[in-house]
Antibody, heavy 122, light 107 residues
Framework: QVQLVQSGAEVKKPGASVRLSCKTSGYSFVNYYVHWVRQAPGQGLQWVGTINPNSGAMGHAQNFQDRVTFARDMSTSTVYMDLRNLRSDDTAVYFC???????????????WGQGALLTVSS | DIQMTQSPSSLSASVGDSVTITCRASQVISKSLAWYQQKVGEAPKLLICDASRLESGVPSRFSGSGSGTEFTLTISSLQPDDFATYYCQQYYVIPYTFGQGTKLEIK
C-alpha cells in the first residue's frame, strides 16, 4: 500500500535551517509529484511547495521567498524539504503528500505522511 | 492568491443528520476543488476531487457539487466517525489554497 513516512520532530532556533524527510513506498516513486503542506498550531492548511521526483524540478509558494528547496533521493524513494532562515512563525506540523496524478500532476493530494512538528524558538 | 472561504466555521449535528458545508472561491476555479477530512492529530484524508468525484474507498454518504466559485460538501446520515474538521482546496492556480476549515461536532 502507498505509504509516506516522515522524519521526527525538530526544534530549531531562529535563523537556523532544517531538513525534513519523507520516505515513500508502495508505488512508483518517479511517477508522482510530492508536495509539502504545513499546519500551524490550531490553524488551517498551507501549501508550501512541490517536487517532481523524476526530473527534480520544483516549485513553491511565493511567500517563502526562496527560503525553501526540495530534493529527492531516487535510490531510497525519499524526498526532502530544506527550510532556511527559520522564523518563529515557521512553527507548524509539516506534511508531505503524494499528488493525485500519475505522470502528470493534478495538484490535489491523495496520500499523506503522518506529519512532523517543527518548533522554532529561541 | 485565490481566497477560499468556508461556511460555517463550525457546525453541531447529531448522528443520522444530513449536513452541508459551503466553500466559496474568490475567483472562478472551474471544478478544480478537493475536499479533505482531518481528525485531531492526524493527516488530512482526501474525500472528493474535481468538485464531485468521490475518492476510492470513501463512503457514498459523502457527496460534492458545484463549479465556478461556489461548492458544497454534503454528508448524509452522519456517522460517529464523520465528526472531524473539513477543508476545501483549490488546485486551479498556484499557490494552491485551502479554506479555513469547518469543524463538525456532535450535538
Amino acid at each position: 500500500q502507498v505509504q509516506l513516512v516522515q522524519s521526527g520532530a525538530e526544534v530549531k532556533k531562529p535563523g537556523a535551517s532544517v531538513r525534513l524527510s519523507c520516505k515513500t513506498s508502495g508505488y512508483s516513486f518517479v511517477n508522482y509529484y510530492v508536495h509539502w503542506v504545513r499546519q500551524a498550531p490550531g490553524q488551517g492548511l498551507q501549501w508550501v511547495g512541490t517536487i517532481n521526483p523524476n526530473s527534480g524540478a520544483m516549485g513553491h509558494a511565493q511567500n517563502f521567498q526562496d527560503r525553501v528547496t526540495f530534493a529527492r533521493d531516487m535510490s531510497t524513494s525519499t524526498v526532502y524539504m530544506d527550510l532556511r532562515n527559520l522564523r518563529s512563525d515557521d512553527t507548524a506540523v509539516y506534511f508531505c503528500a503524494r499528488d493525485g496524478g500519475f505522470d502528470y500532476p493534478l495538484y490535489y493530494f491523495d496520500s499523506w505522511g503522518q506529519g512532523a512538528l517543527l518548533t522554532v524558538s529561541s | 492568491d485565490i481566497q477560499m472561504t468556508q461556511s460555517p466555521s463550525s457546525l453541531s449535528a447529531s448522528v443520522g443528520d444530513s449536513v452541508t458545508i459551503t466553500c466559496r472561491a474568490s475567483q472562478v476555479i472551474s471544478k478544480s476543488l478537493a475536499w479533505y477530512q482531518q481528525k485531531v492529530g492526524e493527516a488530512p484524508k482526501l474525500l472528493i476531487c474535481d468538485a464531485s468525484r468521490l475518492e476510492s474507498g470513501v463512503p457514498s454518504r459523502f457527496s460534492g457539487s458545484g463549479s465556478g466559485t461556489e461548492f458544497t460538501l454534503t454528508i448524509s446520515s452522519l456517522q460517529p466517525d464523520d465528526f472531524a474538521t473539513y477543508y476545501c482546496q483549490q488546485y486551479y492556480v498556484i499557490p494552491y489554497t485551502f479554506g479555513q476549515g469547518t469543524k463538525l461536532e456532535i450535538k
